[in-house]
T-cell receptor
Framework: EAGVVQSPRYKIIEKKQPVAFWCNPI?????LYWYLQNLGQGPELLIR????????DSQLPKDRFSAERLKGVDSTLKIQPAELGDSAVYLC???????????FGQGTRLTVV | DAKTTQPPSMDCAEGRAANLPCNHS???????VYWYRQIHSQGPQYIIH???NNETNEMASLIITEDRKSSTLILPHATLRDTAVYYC????????????FGGGTRLMVKP
């Protein structure tokens, strides 16, 4: 069974440019999460989807970050415009439901220069 | 979620048991203890979870004290590939609660 797939694996952009990350969850998983992980710290939740509905986005900086999960499967996370402080690893995870074990992708490492 | 306290780092000799402690003194009755680990450049990986009974699977054992205020993750025969950051997380058993990661314990398994 394929795990959570994220792309790209690495991304380097100049500040003020837009960037997008893509996540394909495990087939059949209804819940999808985006986490942000700064260097040396644990992951922090940005947003959680139940199918196509964003049910918890309180930690998402809405002035520059946006996310969508069309058709309740794949998801994209976008930053526009990117700032130097956005350099981090962006992790996607999925689970059958929000109360069950979460499986993580390998993450996208973003470097803003 | 209740907070957890873990030592920032630990060393373990290859082949020996690694015992990783976690304090969760404010845990409530319906909160589970979860353990994840994160190997360098990978996403977190689920290891084990429990409510109040000790649990064992192919990866590790979880020992939870009777008062549930602390727990220990045991890797019975640590290998070099077990070098990772180990996160102890308490999580409400009701649907809708997410994982809140702390700083974790950086375990270094040495030959």
């Amino acid at each position: 069974e394929a795990g959570v797939v994220q792309s790209p694996r690495y991304k380097i952009i100049e500040k003020k440019q837009p960037v997008a990350f893509w996540c394909n969850p495990i087939s059949g998983h209804n819940t999808l999460y985006w986490y942000l992980q700064n260097l040396g710290q644990g992951p922090e939740l940005l947003i959680r989807y139940e199918n196509e509905e964003a049910v918890d986005d309180s930690q998402l900086p809405k002035d520059r970050f946006s996310a969508e999960r069309l058709k309740g499967v794949d998801s994209t996370l976008k930053i526009q415009p990117a700032e130097l402080g956005d350099s981090a690893v962006y992790l996607c995870a999925s689970s059958l439901t929000s109360g069950t074990q979460a499986f993580f992708g390998q993450g996208t490492r973003l470097t803003v220069v | 979620d209740a907070k957890t306290t873990q030592p920032p780092s630990m060393d373990c000799a290859e082949g020996r048991a690694a015992n990783l402690p976690c304090n969760h003194s404010t845990i409530s009755g319906n909160e589970y203890v979860y353990w994840y680990r994160q190997i360098h450049s990978q996403g977190p990986q689920y290891i084990i979870h429990g409510l109040k009974n000790n649990e064992t699977n192919e990866m590790a054992s979880l020992i939870i004290t009777e008062d549930r205020k602390s727990s220990t993750l045991i890797l019975p025969h640590a290998t070099l590939r077990d070098t990772a950051v180990y996160y102890c997380i308490v999580r409400d058993g009701n649907a809708g609660n997410m994982l809140t990661f702390g700083g974790g314990t950086r375990l270094m398994v040495k030959p």
